[in-house]
């Protein structure tokens, strides 16, 4: 099993940057996919980034793809999502995520992962 904590999340306003950390216990993160999940009010949980183990491909969500980046440290067990150019509609809580998965139909699902973190607010306005 693998324990998951994200950091990293805040109150910025548009245009700014933030850097999340997703840091993993248990299990090095090299046993497992990455992936980053939001979930902004009233809406339903939504796939932003995934990460294979050797961290040689990505997968980004249509709607960040140009603004967001994933990375990862094996090294250091640790998951990023590198954020530029914030908008308000990138309000939302931010979870962390690992699976064995490693299909892509499955790893841009919310259902095909086997661990979470407790998730990072993050608040973009003015």
């Known amino acids: 099993q693998v324990q998951l904590v994200e950091s990293g999340g805040g109150s910025v306003q548009p245009g700014d940057s933030l850097r999340l950390s997703c840091a993993a216990s248990g299990r090095t993160v090299s046993s497992y996919v990455m992936g980053w999940f939001r979930q902004a009010p009233g809406k339903e949980r939504e796939f932003v980034a995934a990460?294979?183990?050797?961290?040689?491909?990505?997968y980004i969500a249509d709607s960040v793809k140009g603004r967001f980046s994933i990375s990862r440290d094996n090294a250091k067990n640790t998951v990023y999502l590198q954020m530029n150019s914030l908008k308000p509609e990138d309000t939302a809580v931010y979870y962390c995520a690992a699976t064995n998965v490693t299909n892509v139909v499955f790893i841009i699902r919310s259902r095909g992962y086997d661990y979470w973190g407790q998730g990072t607010q993050v608040a973009v306005s003015s």
């Open positions: 990460i294979n183990r050797s961290g040689g491909s990505t």
